[in-house]
């Protein structure tokens, strides 16, 4: 039997031609980039804004220009990690259909465990997996040279989602740490950490343990707490809450181990679920 959780209703009026000022904006940030490079912590953010939003008249992620913007979105988001950890004064990134050549940057404000997390769940959801193993390689040293704190089970989730795709020792030890740091007696922000932070850790804790029933369970609940969450008064119309980001990825990385997905949601978009948009151009 499959669950339907829908999504808060929201006003749609005047969407398309929001949509429209947001994609003109991030274009012109996106053609910037190779004079300044450091615009990358706010190409990224405004690149999945405008991806996250399309999917505001679009749940299902069923038109071109939708999966267009979560790939720019996805190729924005691992340039971050790319100019960050190039080793020459260059490096080429390819954005918006167009190859790029970026200055390397280093260490910058926006090259944050969050800034990770967010490439690495779009280059799951678009199956970029050369990206992936790119952004696994990416070493946990970088992230805590932005000038900020963060909890330490960032950095432990992190940390277990580059062990999973390399094939790396510990998974399951550093798995239970970063569970154990979203304790509302440990995290910083219990809200965050506990609705929308733990959620995806025990969708992947079901997913490999096999435990099918268990990860429709998790899934479920991750979908219950982001809508809870994003449903929140002062919350509620930003784009972050239009789409699942985190259980999305996980729900991709389940479907394509074989997993079914018994869930269905507009923050959930079935198409780049289904990865029905693979191979549509060049990324």
């Given at each position: 039997m499959v669950?339907?959780?829908?999504?808060?209703?929201?006003?749609?009026?005047?969407?398309?031609?929001?949509?429209?000022?947001?994609?003109?904006?991030?274009?012109?940030?996106?053609?910037?980039?190779?004079?300044?490079?450091?615009?990358?912590?706010?190409?990224?953010?405004?690149?999945?804004?405008?991806?996250?939003?399309?999917?505001?008249?679009?749940?299902?992620?069923?038109?071109?220009?939708?999966?267009?913007?979560?790939?720019?979105?996805?190729?924005?988001?691992?340039?971050?990690?790319?100019?960050?950890?190039?080793?020459?004064?260059?490096?080429?990134?390819?954005?918006?259909?167009?190859?790029?050549?970026?200055?390397?940057?280093?260490?910058?404000?926006?090259?944050?465990?969050?800034?990770?997390?967010?490439?690495?769940?779009?280059a799951v959801?678009?199956?970029?997996?050369?990206?992936?193993?790119?952004?696994?390689?990416?070493?946990?040293?970088?992230?805590?040279?932005?000038?900020?704190?963060?909890?330490?089970?960032?950095?432990?989730?992190?940390?277990?989602?580059?062990?999973?795709?390399?094939?790396?020792?510990?998974?399951?030890?550093?798995?239970?740490?970063?569970?154990?740091?979203?304790?509302?007696?440990?995290?910083?922000?219990?809200?965050?950490?506990?609705?929308?932070?733990?959620?995806?850790?025990?969708?992947?804790?079901?997913?490999?343990?096999?435990d099918h029933?268990?990860?429709?369970?998790?899934?479920?609940?991750?979908?219950?707490?982001?809508?809870?969450?994003?449903?929140?008064?002062?919350?509620?119309?930003?784009?972050?809450?239009?789409?699942?980001?985190?259980?999305?990825?996980?729900?991709?990385?389940?479907?394509?181990?074989?997993?079914?997905?018994?869930?269905?949601?507009?923050?959930?978009?079935?198409?780049?679920?289904?990865?029905?948009?693979?191979?549509?151009?060049?990324?």
């Amino acid at each position: 039997m499959v669950t339907r959780i829908p999504r808060m209703p929201l006003p749609t009026g005047r969407a398309e031609e929001g949509i429209t000022v947001l994609q003109e904006n991030t274009q012109e940030l996106i053609d910037e980039l190779e004079e300044d490079s450091t615009d990358l912590g706010d190409a990224q953010t405004i690149a999945l804004t405008l991806a996250q939003s399309h999917c505001l008249l679009d749940p299902r992620a069923a038109i071109y220009p939708t999966w267009d913007a979560w790939v720019t979105a996805m190729q924005v988001s691992s340039a971050v990690f790319a100019a960050a950890t190039a080793t020459g004064e260059h490096v080429q990134c390819r954005i918006a259909h167009k190859d790029r050549t970026l200055r390397a940057t280093g260490p910058q404000w926006y090259v944050t465990p969050g800034a990770w997390t967010t490439a690495f769940y779009l280059a799951v959801i678009c199956r970029e997996k050369g990206r992936i193993t790119a952004l696994c390689q990416v070493p946990l040293t970088l992230l805590r040279e932005n000038g900020s704190q963060f909890d330490e089970y960032q950095y432990a989730w992190i940390d277990t989602l580059q062990t999973y795709w390399l094939g790396g020792p510990d998974l399951v030890d550093k798995l239970v740490r970063a569970v154990d740091g979203t304790d509302p007696e440990v995290a910083s922000d219990p809200e965050t950490a506990g609705k929308l932070q733990y959620p995806p850790m025990e969708m992947f804790h079901r997913f490999i343990r096999k435990d099918h029933a268990g990860f429709t369970q998790a899934l479920t609940t991750a979908l219950q707490w982001h809508k809870q969450y994003w449903g929140e008064e002062s919350r509620i119309y930003q784009a972050s809450g239009l789409v699942a980001l985190a259980p999305l990825a996980m729900a991709c990385i389940a479907h394509d181990a074989g997993i079914p997905i018994e869930v269905e949601s507009d923050y959930l978009p079935a198409t780049l679920l289904g990865r029905n948009w693979l191979g549509e151009f060049p990324t």
